[in-house]
C-alpha cells in the first residue's frame, strides 16, 4: 500500500559530516548539560535563557542523529525527512529564542 | 519496535486528502519538510536581520566579536538552510525525486561551520557571563 524508503550506501563522506553535524550537537548539549548539573549540585542554578538553549541543543541533536540516515534513504521526502526537519525548526527556534533574549539582556547590560 | 518505526521509512504515509489537497497545486505532499525548512531559512533570515540591525544602530556592536561570531555562524548555517529547502522544493514540485549527494554534502559542511560558530559564541559568551555573575553576586 504504501511505498518503503530504500536504503543505499552512500559516500562515506557524506556520512562523515552527518555524523560529525551529530556529534557536535551533541557535545554542545553535554557541555550544556554538564554546566548546568555543575551549577545545580551547587546550589546556583541557570538562567532561563540557559535551559531554553539547552532544550533546544537537545533537539537540534536528535533532528541531526536522524538525519545521519538521510543521505543512505536519498529522502528528501516522506515521514522520516519531514520528521527530522520539524524536530531541526523545533530545536533551532529554541536556541534563537534564547539568543534573542540573551542578547537583549546583553544589550541592556551593556547600556 | 519495528511496526512502531515502520512509519518513520515510508515515503507516502499521509492520508489521501493530503495528497490530494497538494496535487491541485502542484505539491507533492510527500515532500512536507520543504515546509519546515522554509521556516529554518525564515528564522536565519529574522534573527540575522535583527543582528545586521543591531549592528547598525549602535556601532560598537561591530567591534563586539560575540556579534561578528553571531552574524558569521547565522550566515553559513542560512545558506545551507536555503540549499537544503531549495533540495527539497525540488522534489516538492517535480515530477521525480530529486537527490544529489554532492549538494548534501555542500550543505552539511556549511550546516557544521555555520551550527559550529554559532555554538561557540553561545556556549562561551554565557559561560562567560555565569562566570561573571557568580564572581560578583551584586550584579544581578
Not at chain 1, 31 to 38: D, E, H, K, P, S
Not at chain 2, 56 to 82: A, M, N, P
Not at chain 2, 114 to 121: E, N, S, V
Amino acid at each position: 500500500m504504501f511505498t518503503m524508503l530504500e536504503f543505499q550506501t552512500p559516500p562515506t563522506i557524506n556520512i562523515v559530516f552527518h555524523v560529525s553535524v551529530f556529534l557536535l550537537s551533541l557535545i554542545a548539549f553535554l557541555i550544556g548539560i554538564g554546566l548546568w548539573y555543575n551549577r545545580n549540585i551547587n546550589h546556583l542554578g541557570v538562567s532561563h535563557y540557559w535551559r531554553i538553549f539547552i532544550t533546544g541543543v537537545l533537539f537540534y541533536a536528535i533532528a541531526e542523529f536522524a538525519d545521519i540516515f538521510t543521505p543512505g534513504l536519498h529522502a528528501s521526502l516522506g515521514v522520516h525527512n519531514l520528521i527530522t526537519e520539524m524536530t531541526l525548526l523545533v530545536g533551532l527556534s529554541l536556541i534563537f529564542v534564547a539568543l534573542y533574549r540573551f542578547l537583549q539582556d546583553y544589550i541592556g547590560e551593556k547600556h | 519496535m519495528e511496526a512502531l518505526l515502520n512509519p518513520f521509512f515510508y515515503a507516502d504515509f499521509l492520508p489521501r486528502l493530503f495528497h490530494t489537497i497538494g496535487t491541485s497545486w502542484g505539491i507533492r505532499m510527500v515532500c512536507m519538510c520543504s515546509l519546515a525548512n522554509f521556516f529554518n531559512l525564515v528564522l536565519h533570515l529574522i534573527l540575522g536581520a535583527i543582528l545586521i540591525w543591531l549592528m547598525t544602530k549602535r556601532k560598537e556592536l561591530q567591534q563586539d566579536r560575540f556579534f561578528i561570531l553571531l552574524l558569521l555562524g547565522i550566515g553559513f548555517s542560512g545558506v545551507s538552510k536555503l540549499l537544503d529547502w531549495f533540495a527539497n522544493m525540488r522534489t516538492a514540485t517535480g515530477t521525480a525525486v530529486f537527490w544529489s549527494n554532492n549538494l548534501d554534502l555542500v550543505v552539511e559542511v556549511l550546516q557544521f561551520i555555520g551550527i559550529g560558530i554559532i555554538l561557540y559564541g553561545i556556549v562561551t559568551k554565557l559561560f562567560y557571563v555565569h562566570h561573571a555573575r557568580i564572581s560578583n553576586p551584586t550584579n544581578d
